[in-house]
Every structure is written in structure tokens, then in C-alpha cells.
């Protein structure tokens, strides 16, 4: 697997068709505690910026680029990713996979019901597919409280829809507890699968503007959206030799 240097996060240079059959072979294996982050380019200026935070997603087994940023990103420094692979469409490729196989998949996250009622819509479409146990993201203060339900389920795939950075501090700084085979940091997936959240029309996902859709839903996401051209600028101090990471 070849891995790209994007300003010091270590980026899987996937396709999607690659992704999903990498990480639904990691759901397959013998190793535990496999984890799968997924960053945009909010979570890349986290790491950019906060070097604990950056050193703890390099613990990932698999990086993806779900944002259009990241991928900007990869070309300005010029080691361009193949695409972007989107963490929900990542998800709902895999399911099929995981329904064939027979992986036990665990979601934990999202307000109460979203991750029931998102089990129901994937249990209609996926007959096969087995979820073996659900946990809203209210439940317990501390995620970390969760570990003895999640482990008691015996899943083979875990679904982790806290939000970041909280979704990635809990599945890598607890990695080594885990006896699942996949943990996926998926932020609000499962608010989309549920209906609970409308995702972009197809238009703005296809153009990389799902941002700007998000924006003109909820304009109080001004100041998060804002970490995107913060992000770019980073990115080309760097590649002119300004910024200190390449």
C-alpha cells in the first residue's frame, strides 16, 4: 500500500474500489484494533496545528482522503492522490462486502435512534448484513466507558460516529483494547443513512462543493468552514518552503 506525504499525515493513495478492498480484508483478517480515519480538511489542519493530535492519526492503519482538500492538498506539494475516497461512501461500499462475508458490524454514535433507525434502512437494503449491537453517542460521558459493551458484542467491524476529533482520540487511544478487527471514525454517516441529515445533491458532491451546500444549510458552520482555506494556505507556505512540514 503506497502512502502519501501530505504535510506530514501519511495518506493512502487509494481509489475507492482499492479502499473498500483493503479495509473489508482487514474486517476478514486475524489482527485486531485496525483503525480507519478519515479526514477532510478540517481534521488535516487539526493535525497540521496540534502535533499530539497529528502523531496519534499517524497510529491509523488506513488514511483516507474524504475531503476535496486533502486531495487539493496532495497536487499543490506535488505527490497528487489518485481521488478522493468520501468516509460514507467508503461505508456504503463496504456494506454489501461485509453483508457477503458475514462481518459483525457495531455502530456506535449519533444522538438517540439516529444509529437504530440507520440499522434498519442498511438491515433492508443488506438482508444479510448483521449488526450485532448499537450504541447511541449519549450513552456514556466517556466513551472510553463503552469499551466492555463493544467488546462484549464480539463485532468484527465498528462504526464510530462521535464526531472529531473525539471519534479518533477514542478509537486510537484505545486501539489496543479492542477485539474488533476494523474501527471507522465516520463522523455523521450514520445522521445521513438515517435520514436524519439530507447529504449534498449530487451536483455539489460531484464538483467538490459539498462545503458549500453545508454552508448554505447551517450558516453557523462559518467558522469550521473557514479551517478549509486556512488549511490550502498552510499548504502552500509549505511548498514554498515556509510552514516548517512537507
Keep these: 500500500m503506497e502512502r502519501i506525504d501530505v504535510a506530514g499525515l501519511p495518506v493512502c493513495n487509494f481509489t475507492m474500489q482499492e479502499a473498500v478492498a483493503y479495509v473489508s480484508g482487514l474486517a476478514c483478517g486475524e489482527k485486531c484494533g485496525n483503525v480507519v480515519v478519515t479526514p477532510n480538511a478540517e481534521i488535516a489542519k487539526d493535525a497540521l496545528d496540534n ?77 444479510e448484513l448483521e449488526i ?30 462521535l464526531g472529531a476529533p473525539k471519534q479518533e482520540l477514542f478509537m486510537l487511544g484505545n486501539k489496543d483494547k479492542f477485539n474488533c478487527k476494523v474501527l471507522m471514525g465516520l463522523g455523521g454517516s450514520l445522521d445521513v443513512i438515517s435520514g436524519n441529515v439530507k447529504r ?27 479551517k478549509l482555506p486556512k488549511y490550502i494556505l498552510k499548504i502552500l507556505a509549505i511548498r514554498i518552503g515556509f510552514g516548517g512540514r512537507k
Design 51 to 127: 502535533k499530539e493530535f497529528g502523531e496519534l492519526i499517524k497510529k491509523a492503519e488506513v488514511i483516507v482522503a474524504d475531503g476535496a482538500g486533502v486531495v487539493l492538498a496532495s497536487k499543490i506539494l506535488g505527490k497528487p492522490l489518485k481521488e478522493k475516497v468520501a468516509g460514507i461512501e467508503l461505508f456504503q461500499n463496504l456494506l454489501p462486502e461485509f453483508a457477503k462475508n458475514k462481518n459483525r458490524v457495531f455502530l456506535f454514535g449519533s444522538k438517540p435512534g439516529v444509529a437504530a433507525e440507520a440499522a434498519r434502512i442498511m438491515k433492508e437494503k443488506y438482508g
Design 132 to 161: 450485532c449491537g448499537i450504541l447511541d453517542g449519549y450513552t456514556y460521558k466517556n466513551p472510553d466507558d463503552a469499551l466492555p459493551t463493544i467488546n462484549e458484542a464480539q463485532a468484527d467491524v465498528v462504526i464510530c460516529c
Design 200 to 226: 449534498a445533491p449530487e451536483f455539489y458532491v460531484k464538483h467538490n462543493l459539498e462545503w458549500l451546500y453545508r454552508l448554505m444549510k447551517e450558516p453557523k458552520r462559518i467558522g469550521r468552514m473557514m
